[in-house]
């Protein structure tokens, strides 16, 4: 019976010992520890060289390569070298196929799972291969391997860098003294840079045993990439907050096997040096194990995605926030104002919030972050699109580099040049204007607060009875606003100064939904009056859209401008109709951001898009251009109802309306409604009431006079006399 042993720097109370039959060989494997000692390994290296078939030593790789070239691990080389008569293995090259192997499986099997996640190595150049592997899907790479060996305060940041430092550390190293690196300053300098690193990071790829020294501050919620994780390890990390392991050890035989070890017992099995085994030798015995890379949940399944969302202010007053220039705001003269205005146009992309504590029904959760670009709506409009596109992609290179796999546009950003696909095209990570949702939030709030007015009859299966406007018909989502509101109103109104799009929206409506009627203007005047519900989904920048002085009473209007077509004074003016600001949603579970001037937990439908995507892993420009395809508004809404999403309270100017202000529209609207009915009609006959009227009207109407005189009766001829 051959005895294959590995020595391993970790515990020596995870050791074991199994008899198996491997590769057609019958073996005696133990696993001894050494607590960190490495001259308890040196000795017992010397003890077993001879008495083994193969030794594993789980110490760093003896030789690996980085850019082309080969290095040499002194430590490791001058260890492994003790033992001169039986193969000795540090398990290198077999530890990085079944890494790389791992990473791959958890990328295919959970979709776009390191998809521009932040990775933390705490050695880049023995966990080269690796690198190259996590480069092909995110760009956000940190290796610490300056740090440990030099007690330089940087991470390196890419794997150029890593390539440029490993071609010349060996000779910084040589030259640099031992105790400028190992005193006790060096080291909680060291430890302190390392934590902080950690602490942003997405991913932590390094040897489980050096993990121990942390807690939940750098650990909890991280993905650790390592190997040879078994049930005490594991436990470990459960207790640290540890969201997913992925080891690349395999479990043989009841325990889980480093690589060093299963690599010194292929070499028994096949009497081979380390240096004899090749690639297909490999992938030969891997395939015949048939071992599963190891996906483990310390604390049940868990999963975080991340997104990105850009805002901007509305107008000056939202510069009023920041306390120094609300103080200035009241002692300073308006141009002031007008120069801030201007200049914040030009500040850099920053981020306004975290978002955190979205959590689906179906488990997986999100964060991400809120960031701003400083021009409000006129500012963006005096630019040209070049300018706001520049900032917004200086934005997209932001939420890059703080892992947000998605971003989405906000309010005027979305309506800029080309709708987003400019943006798109050249965005470093996946766009979407949050459109599909904003239509179908938009008529989801107006369907409902008709629905609580009741002032609209309701048939099952027939379309309701109710004429609809939308103002704004031609753009993004007022276009999807009509073909929505044709497959179920009565009559749609269309509206829009662009009138050869509006022939053109008809022509396309009419052919999904033939039976529907269809009135196209270029302005409201004409129709409004006798509107159940409007939609204004322009880009008018605050202008007038609408004389709200004109509405019916009872009227749903439904606001998804940004900056609002209707501004509170407007509303105010009729209390009699309803006006509501798009529809907002609730999102599931606890949320955590700065305030944007909406209830806790709720959000703008736009926005909202954005997280649905993030939860659902669809990493893709989804929203894009001036053409919205309804069946992707169909399609969000469906997603957003399946993560949990509800359609938040309906809000106005002056915050959510609650059951008694609906009822309170409802009854001023029927008053509103009654007294208008009796009033008498302009041009109704007035003779019963005013003769004068009669008269005046006989004198203007020859032809009444003819008809009165034909129906009076004659008088007899009077009789001559002779």
Known sequence: MKTVVGLSLGSAAQDFEFTARFLGSQMQVRRIGTNGSTPRAAKLLAHWDGQAAAIGLGVVKDSYTVGGRQYVEKDSARLAGIATRVPVTTGGRLGDILQEWALRHVQSKLGAYFTNAKVLFFTGATNYKLAQTFAEYTPNLEFADALFQLGIPKMLTS?????????????????????????LLAKEWRHFILRRAMQEATVIVAPVHELDEFGTEELAGKTIVTSTVNDKRLAHLKRKGVNLVIDGAPVLYGQVIAPSLLDAMILAARHKEPEDLLEDDYLEIIQGLSPEPRILYPNGFRRVN???????????????NIKPIEMLSHVSPPMFMNALEKAMAYAPPFVYSKVSGIKSPTGVETEGWLIS????????????????????????????????????LGAFTKVVGDAGLTVARRAPLPITTGNSYSASGALWAAHDAMLRLGLVPVERGKKVRFKAMVVGATGAIGSVCARLLAMVAEEVYLVSPETAKLLSLKGSILKEAPDAKLFLSS??????????????????????????????PGCVITDVARPLDLPAEEVAKRPDVLVIESGEIHLPGKVAMKNIGLPPNVVYACLAETIVLALEGRFENFTVGRSIEWEKVREI???GIKHGMTLAAISGVNGPFSDADIRRVRSLALAARSKAAAKPKPGARKSATNPKAKT?????????????AATKPRKAPRRSRR
């Open 159 to 183: 794997i150029d860098a890593l390539e440029r430092y490993a071609s010349g550390a060996h000779f910084v190293t040589e030259r640099v003294p031992e105790v400028l690196t190992d005193n």
């Open 306 to 320: 991340r997104f990105a969302f850009v805002i901007h202010p509305l107008s000056q007053e939202y510069f009023k």
């Open 373 to 408: 670009v400083g021009g409000t709506p006129k500012e963006i409009m005096n630019h040209s699109p070049e300018f706001t596109y520049r900032r917004l992609l200086d934005a997209a290179r932001v939420a890059r580099g703080l892992g947000a796999q998605i971003m989405g």
């Open 523 to 552: 302005n409201t005047e004409r129709n409004i009056g006798g509107m159940d519900m409007i939609v204004t989904a322009t880009s008018g920048a605050g202008k007038k859209i609408l004389d709200i002085t004109k509405v019916k």
């Open 637 to 639: 809404y469906r997603l």
């Open 696 to 708: 005046r009207k006989a004198a203007t109407n020859p032809k009444a006079k003819t008809r009165r």
